[in-house]
Structure formats: C-alpha cells, structure tokens
C-alpha cells in the first residue's frame, strides 16, 4: 500500500494499547487499520516499565499491521495530561535572506527562539500552538511565510511535561521498534478534533474517563484553557467490584463488562449473576442494581470532583456543555448517571468510523487526525520541537526507569475577563447513590 498521507495514532493508555492507521488523500481521511492490546508497565498514565510497555505497543501495532495490510514504522504518540504547564512564549528574529522574504527557516528560528527562555530544565515542550505572528510590528498574522519583513515575532502557549515523561515514551516506542514522528498532546488533540466548531469557539468541557485516570478539560475561544486530572478511572471502578464481592480482578472487570450499568436507576434488580468468591468453593448470586451502585459510588466521586475543579475556575456554565468519551464512557447508561452531577447538556462521543465504534478509540483516532490536519507552518512549529533534544541521551541510567508518583492536579490558562458560570449553583447535584454501604465509601479514604 503506498504509505503517502498516511498517519499513525498510538495511544498508550494505562489498561490498553490502542492504534489506529489512517490515510489522508484529496481532503478525506479514511481510517484503513486499527489494533489494541492489552497495556502493561504503566500506572495512571505513567510508564514505569519500559520494556513491558513496549512489548504491549509491539503487539497492538502488530494487530493493526495484520488488519491493514500495511507496515507501520513510525508513529504519532499521545501524552496524557498529567503534569502539564501552560507557558506563555514569545520569540523574535530579523530575517536574514536579501530579498526579505520570510521561509519556513525563519519560523524555525523564530520558534526555537521562543523555547530558549522561560521554559525548565527539567520539562519539555510537549506541542506550542502559535497564536500569532507579527511582521515589522503588524500583528494578527496566522502565517508568515511568503511575506516580506525585516523582523519576524510570535506569540503562543507552550504545554510542558516533566522531561523524563516524554524521554521514557520515547524509549518505549523506540524498544517497540518504531520511529517517533512527533508527540501530541491528549486534551488538545481530543478538543480540536471532537468538538465542532462553536463548541470550540464558545467554551465546552471534556471529560476523558480513562482506565487509569479521568481528564477534565476546557476548550474556549478554540485553546486548551483548563485541565485537571484524576487519577481514578475505570481501573478503580474494578478494584471497587474486586473488594466489595470479593472476586478477582480478572472476574470482575468481566462482570463489569458484561452486567454493568453506571446509572442503578436503569438497572434491573431481577437481573441476577453469579461471581465466584475469593476462597469459596460455591459462587454467590449478585444482583445488576448491587453492581450498578457500587459503580456508582466511585463515578459520584469523580464526577464531584471535576464539578469542584470546573467550579472554582467559572467554568460549569460553558455553551457546549459537557462531552463524555474514554473507555470507561463505554457503561451503559453513563449519560444518564452524569446528568444527575452534572446537569442536563451532557453527550457521550464515539467514533463513528468502521471499526471504531467506541470510546475508547478517541484518543487515537484525535493524534491521528490532529496531524493529519496539521499546517506547513504548523509541521515546522512542530518539528523545531522534536529536535530541540535531539543531542541529549535519554538512555536510561543502569536500565532503570524513574517513577513518578502522581496526584490529582489542575492546570489552567487565565481565563479572559468573563465569568462562565455567574449565575450557576456551584453546589455538585446530589448522587443517588451517595448513601451505599460503608464497605464502599470506605475504600475512597484509602491510599
């Protein structure tokens, strides 16, 4: 198959490995292959094993190679949120050549510039999205190239990761046998590509519900402006069912899978299963609405949480409302449930491309699509980036990988002088469910 146009998402989540192979030709974006596998060496979007991440992104690329019929050799890989800083950046240079004509040497340097200051030792620049350029002072100028000028400025936000994040997926993806293209960043692939237009423009909140972590993110005025991560996801959810029947966790995560609900209101009493029981020869019978309050249990605390983030940022009243999506959006009657937190302008996004047909695919189905429809000015942003550390050996000291230990964080842009939420109750909608056993709660307070 030719490879011209073609744009490889790998998403490294903490439960699963999933990668999605698409093609861009004449204005339309195809997707021509996927795989998934199930994830190992990562904890709460973290790597700390970088040999078995890698040997799980070998097997998901595998899978999407023997679907596809098409070999992948390099990859755009996504970096989850954790940790992230937004860095206001500006650079200026004075164009060198005779003629005064600005190439795309000139925004490299002028981007290289802009990252040469103000930015730690120890983090990285994930992706710098340029705002705007000024031309011998004329400002407002979304692409330089071609005009005429003696000085060349920009301005934009630049998304920073601690470095040893990105030096260790770099190291996976090189481990897997694969070359980098470049790193995108979840939330900002995710906003620009999920959200239409006025969503974008106007102001609408992402909630990404992961396997390791929940990503709560706001989009306005077409930028990344807030960001907070919780490092409980469906994961939890799993451990929560494991402890409370006293299952497996294999086990459980099946029953989750198959007898699941998110809202226990949906759910039918009558319907019962059996679970086997850690050290009990017999299985016990359960109930779908049992299991559908101990699920709730731990959604009503997420949720709560990323009520009282978006709340102390005036940002719960936002025009396009909240968009669901992520692998744990997958329960039956998720919408629901969340409107009892949240408040009514609540929608799940799935993929609708063959093949893709669930929220767990978001992620890479975005890094793809986000480079796919990345400018020339844009690319070359991009690869002024990915070289900055090109004489730096990230190799690994000894073989070992440095873990991070992580905790629920926030990350927010200033917000213009506008208040989202002037007139909003900023008191989290009461649960349903927020009364169950003390078994359950009490599994909230643990370390």
Do not use: W
Not at 44 to 71: L, Y
Not at 145 to 165: C, D, F, N, W
Not at 184 to 208: C, H, K, R, Y
Not at 284 to 305: F, G, N
């Amino acid at each position: 198959m030719n490879n011209s146009g073609v744009t490889v998402g790998l998403d490294i989540g903490t439960t699963s490995i999933k990668v999605v192979i698409a093609q861009t030709a004449s204005n339309q974006f195809n997707v021509i292959g996927a795989g998934n596998a199930p994830s190992r060496g990562l904890r709460q979007g973290v790597i700390v094993d970088i040999d078995a991440t890698a040997s799980a992104i070998r097997a998901a690329i595998d899978q999407a190679q023997e679907k596809a019929n098409f070999q992948i050799h390099e990859v755009v890989a996504g970096i989850p949120a954790n940790k992230i800083e937004m860095v206001r950046v500006e650079g200026l240079v004075s164009i060198a050549n005779q003629n005064k004509r600005i190439t795309y040497d000139d925004v490299k340097n002028v981007t290289k510039q802009a990252l040469s200051h103000n930015l730690p030792s120890d983090r990285d620049v994930v992706d710098l999205i340029a705002e705007e350029f000024s031309v011998d002072g004329f400002d407002g100028i979304k692409d330089p190239h071609e005009m005429i000028g003696v000085r060349l400025e920009m301005q934009g936000t630049a998304y920073t990761v601690p470095s040893k994040i990105l030096d260790n997926t770099r190291m996976a993806i090189q481990k897997a046998g694969l070359s980098l293209r470049e790193f995108v960043l979840s939330p900002l692939a995710m906003g620009t590509n999920i959200l239409n237009d006025g969503e974008q423009d106007f102001g609408t909140v992402l909630i990404d519900l992961g396997g390791g972590q929940t990503t709560t993110s706001v989009m306005h005025d077409r930028k990344l402006k807030f960001n907070y991560v919780d490092l409980e996801g469906g994961d939890s959810i799993t451990k929560d069912i494991s402890t409370v029947l006293s299952t497996s966790y294999s086990h459980a995560e099946k029953i989750k899978r198959d007898y699941g609900y998110a809202d226990p209101t949906q759910a039918n009493a009558d319907n019962e299963f059996l679970v086997e029981v850690v050290g009990d020869s017999a299985p016990k019978t359960v109930d779908e609405r049992y299991l559908s309050e101990i699920i709730s249990a731990r959604l009503e605390q997420i949720y709560k949480r990323s009520f009282e983030h978006l709340a102390a940022v005036n940002a719960l009243n936002m025009p396009g409302g909240f968009v669901l999506t992520g692998g744990n959006a997958a329960l039956p009657r998720m919408v629901d449930f969340a409107k009892t937190i949240l408040g009514e302008n609540v929608r799940l996004f799935v993929p609708d491309q063959i093949g893709l047909r669930h929220p767990s695919y978001t992620r890479a189905l975005s890094y793809a699509i986000f480079v796919s429809r990345e400018s020339m000015t844009q690319q070359i942003i991009k690869q002024a980036i990915m070289t900055r550390r090109d004489d730096i050996d990230i190799q690994p000291v000894g073989g070992e990988v440095r873990e991070y230990v992580e905790v629920p964080e926030s990350t927010t842009e200033q917000f213009d002088n506008y208040n989202y939420s002037a007139d909003v109750d900023v008191t989290p909608r009461r649960g349903f469910f927020s009364r169950l056993v003390q078994a359950v709660k009490n599994l909230f307070t643990e370390d």
